[in-house]
């Protein structure tokens, strides 16, 4: 085996509730995530022996464009900790092949580290369990454990405790990709800025129970993002682009995570046509694109799909 190819869908969140900021910096969350249907596809291939090699393409030519390509990009550090968590050399070249918006509020750069992780773990044969790759992902970033699991899940703590919620149905999505990126650490200090006072997050019921019995109206209804105001406070123009989601009929229209993505939930297929059309001639997004949710996690592909 010389190569490896892991599939790894974005996320959008469902509800995402945020509470004071903590002692170390990060804040208690409930984060419900629910994968959908929008792939990064992760190559890890053999190379000499040092720093991992790595190559970018698709997307947003804008987007690709800022993907770190040294070291400090989350997929090279977990190939890193892998390497040494498994006592083996890290000894490969990773190419990103993305669908996924980059800084775009997606969980993108979290989901090319899980599928890193993954994809590693084979190539070298490391043995390592669902529950090492969960603990070293959480070790890499907040977001990077839910890609492994994929399907829907709540996340407390800063976001990486996970438990499996149950999905009764398929949801349609319409994402409004937006130019530019947003950096999650400034959007939750926009937050801490315009809600000092921020109670405990809590689970919400509504959602859980729209969730699981597929009921599509009572999950837009249910939506929630509280990181949306400080998505807006810094990006003002998103506003448009909700409004011209809401307009064409989505069932509910978020901020994704801490965005600048915006999320659009449709009854169906027809009408996520609608909303990507209105969208699109709107004029107040880069691009848009459907998905479903909720999807499987991080995926192997046979080597010939590879
Ligand atoms: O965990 P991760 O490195 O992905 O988080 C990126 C940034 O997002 C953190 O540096 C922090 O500013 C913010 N964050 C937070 N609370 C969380 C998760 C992330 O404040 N629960």
């Known amino acids: 085996m010389t190569a490896v190819t892991v599939r790894v869908p974005a996320k959008v969140n469902l509800q995402l509730a945020v509470g004071p900021a903590r002692e170390d910096g990060y804040h208690d969350l409930v984060n419900v995530f629910h994968a959908v249907s929008l792939f990064d596809e992760v190559t890890v291939t053999r190379a000499e022996p040092g720093p991992s090699r790595l190559s970018v393409a698709?997307?947003?030519?804008?987007?690709?464009?800022?993907?770190?390509?040294?070291?400090t990009n989350l997929a090279a550090r977990a190939a890193e900790l892998l390497a040494r968590e498994a006592g083996v050399e890290a000894a490969v070249s990773i190419h990103l092949a993305k669908a996924i918006p980059v800084a775009g509020g997606m969980a993108g750069g979290s989901a090319d580290a899980a599928a890193t992780l993954v994809a590693c773990n084979t190539l070298w044969r490391a043995g390592l369990?669902?529950?090492?790759?969960?603990?070293?992902?959480?070790?890499l970033g907040s977001?990077?454990?839910?890609?492994?699991?994929?399907?829907?899940?709540?996340?407390?703590?800063?976001?990486?405790?996970?438990?499996p919620m149950p999905c009764g149905g398929r949801f349609t999505w319409v994402f409004a990709l937006a130019e530019g990126g947003l950096s999650t650490a400034a959007v939750f200090g926009e937050y801490d800025r315009l809600r000092p006072d921020a109670p405990r997050p809590e689970p919400d019921p509504s959602l859980a129970a729209a969730l699981a019995a597929g009921d599509a109206p009572a999950l837009g209804a249910a939506?929630?993002?509280d990181l949306q105001r400080a998505a807006l406070s810094l990006r003002p123009e998103l506003r448009?682009?909700?409004?011209?989601?809401?307009?064409?009929?989505?069932?509910?229209?978020?901020?994704?995570?801490s965005g600048p993505t915006c999320a659009f939930l449709a009854a169906d297929g027809a009408a996520a046509g609608e909303i990507a059309?209105?969208?699109?001639?709107?004029?107040?997004?880069?691009?848009?694109?459907?998905?479903?949710?909720d999807v499987p996690g991080a995926t192997v592909l046979p080597p010939s799909a590879g």
Do not use: K
């Open 223 to 225: 939506l929630s993002n």
């Open 58 to 71: 698709g997307g947003l030519d804008s987007h690709t464009a800022r993907v770190p390509l040294d070291g």
């Open 277 to 293: 059309a209105a969208l699109a001639e709107s004029g107040h997004c880069a691009r848009t694109v459907q998905a479903y949710g």
């Open 240 to 257: 448009r682009t909700l409004d011209a989601g809401r307009a064409a009929g989505a069932l509910g229209a978020i901020v994704s995570g």
């Open 143 to 163: 977001d990077v454990p839910f890609p492994l699991l994929g399907g829907s899940a709540v996340g407390t703590g800063r976001g990486e405790h996970l438990t």
């Open 129 to 139: 369990s669902d529950a090492d790759l969960h603990a070293l992902a959480a070790r």
